[in-house]
Antibody, heavy 121, light 109 residues
Framework: QVQLQESGPGLVKPSQTLSLTCTVS??????????WSWIRQPAGKGLEWIGR???????NYNPSLKSRVTLSVHTSKNQFSLKLSSVTAADTAVYYC?????????????WGQGSLVTVSS | QSALTQPRSVSGSPGQSVTISCTGT?????????VSWYQQYPGKAPKLMVY???KRPSGVPDRFSGSKSGNTASLTISGLQAEDEADYYC??????????FGTGTEVTV
């Protein structure tokens, strides 16, 4: 059974870059059957899709965040990563990594437990 | 267009049915049969309950059913149980690399 686990700093200063990594276990990120996404949720609020990456490194981003987001994949480590630049307090949220199928990338059938990132000086 | 509109909360007694609505536009909910629903307990990750409007992943009880009419999708929970008390979010595909989630609904049993 595939499991996802986010990791990274829980506190980031304003204007700096937020960096998170998602480690995939129980399956290969290079299986070519899935897209790997990042989704965030500010406290007490709804969910927002950030972007997705394929094992080949091909990426697509939410247009509203595209200018600040970079996703990358590290197949040898079975990991993929998120970088969000020029963060502000509005970027404070729980960040989830999730899996979507190749045919239906927008259906997330497996999620990490989430990683809280606070933007504060 | 941003978040899809859901009622803030719905409630029901054990055994009853509740329905959660999810209202969008012809560019998202109304334009595609790609609406999914997620259940989320406090402090936990969302769990997929319904996809493609009315399909259930294996392991999800058939008490959970989805439907759509025009620009509004709905999730119905029949035979409400205490364990169904959670937040529920709808999600709709809205075109290339565009995905909208709902505002979320708290279900109280």
């Amino acid at each position: 059974q595939v499991q996802l686990q986010e990791s990274g700093p829980g506190l980031v200063k304003p204007s700096q870059t937020l960096s998170l990594t998602c480690t995939v276990s129980g399956g290969s990120i290079s299986s070519n059957n899935y897209y790997w996404s990042w989704i965030r949720q500010p406290a007490g609020k709804g969910l927002e899709w950030i972007g997705r990456i394929y094992a080949s490194g091909s990426t697509n981003y939410n247009p509203s965040l595209k200018s600040r987001v970079t996703l990358s994949v590290h197949t040898s480590k079975n990991q993929f990563s998120l970088k969000l630049s020029s963060v502000t307090a509005a970027d404070t949220a729980v960040y989830y990594c999730a899996r979507g199928s190749l045919r239906s990338w927008y259906i997330f059938d497996c999620w990490g437990q989430g990683s809280l990132v606070t933007v504060s000086s | 267009q941003s978040a899809l509109t859901q009622p803030r909360s719905v409630s029901g007694s054990p055994g009853q049915s509740v329905t959660i609505s999810c209202t969008g536009t012809s560019s998202d909910v109304g334009g595609y049969n790609y609406v999914s629903w997620y259940q989320q307990y406090p402090g936990k990750a969302p769990k997929l309950m319904v996809y493609d409007v009315n399909k259930r992943p294996s392991g999800v009880p058939d008490r959970f059913s989805g439907s759509k009419s025009g620009n509004t999708a709905s999730l119905t929970i029949s035979g409400l149980q205490a364990e169904d008390e959670a937040d529920y979010y709808c999600c709709s595909y809205a075109g290339t690399y565009t995905l909208f989630f709902g505002t979320g609904t708290e279900v109280t049993v």
